[in-house]
């Protein structure tokens, strides 16, 4: 019995494992990424002339959806274009003593949940673009910014 186990022993030593074929884990510290903000060829670029900048001034908005007719924007880029044009952005729809515009295209559950409360005022993105729009165009014919 005792030559059995010396024999397990002997032949466990000349066993080797291979460690090249394990995995290494990958060490290192990742970089921390701030949710909504880009820079570089990642930032997004929104066309806005000068003196139209205030289109959605003391306007606040809730981005639930992106926009995908007639124009395809992502909700990044809805919210770049409404902060450029003097709008602020919040996250939710429940800012207190506040009227939040709840911008969505799709009807998503979270859409359907809002608009069967009836308690918030549901947009389109088209409405934005019009807006945008409109504003160009009053610019254009020399007309004073309204707010």
Same mark, same amino acid.
């Given at each position: 019995?005792? $030559?059995?186990?010396?024999?397990? @022993?002997?032949?466990?030593?000349?066993?080797? !494992?291979?460690?090249?074929?394990?995995?290494?884990?990958? !060490?290192? @510290?990742?970089?921390?990424?701030? !949710?909504?903000? $880009?820079?570089?060829?990642?930032? @997004?670029?929104?066309?806005?002339? $000068?003196?139209?900048?205030?289109?959605?001034?003391?306007?606040?908005?809730?981005?639930?959806?992106?926009?995908?007719?007639?124009?395809?924007?992502?909700?990044?880029?809805?919210?770049?274009?409404?902060?450029?044009?003097?709008?602020?952005?919040?996250?939710?729809?429940?800012?207190?003593?506040?009227?939040?515009?709840? !911008?969505?295209?799709?009807?998503?559950?979270?859409?359907?949940?809002?608009?069967?409360?009836?308690?918030?005022?549901? @947009?389109?993105?088209?409405?934005?673009?019009?807006?945008?729009?409109?504003?160009?165009?009053?610019?254009?014919?020399?007309?004073?910014?309204?707010?």
């Amino acid at each position: 019995m005792k $030559a059995n186990v010396e024999a397990t @022993i002997e032949e466990k030593k000349r066993i080797k !494992v291979d460690e090249s074929r394990k995995k290494k884990r990958k !060490v290192g @510290i990742k970089p921390v990424k701030v !949710v909504g903000y $880009a820079r570089g060829e990642n930032a @997004i670029k929104v066309d806005n002339d $000068a003196g139209m900048g205030q289109v959605f001034a003391n306007l606040i908005f809730f981005i639930m959806t992106d926009s995908a007719a007639p124009q395809k924007k992502s909700k990044n880029e809805l919210e770049a274009i409404i902060k450029a044009h003097g709008g602020r952005i919040v996250q939710t729809n429940t800012v207190k003593d506040e009227n939040v515009y709840c !911008v969505a295209d799709r009807n998503t559950v979270k859409v359907a949940s809002l608009r069967k409360m009836g308690d918030a005022l549901i @947009i389109k993105p088209t409405w934005i673009f019009d807006c945008v729009e409109q504003a160009r165009k009053d610019f254009a014919k020399g007309l004073p910014e309204r707010t």
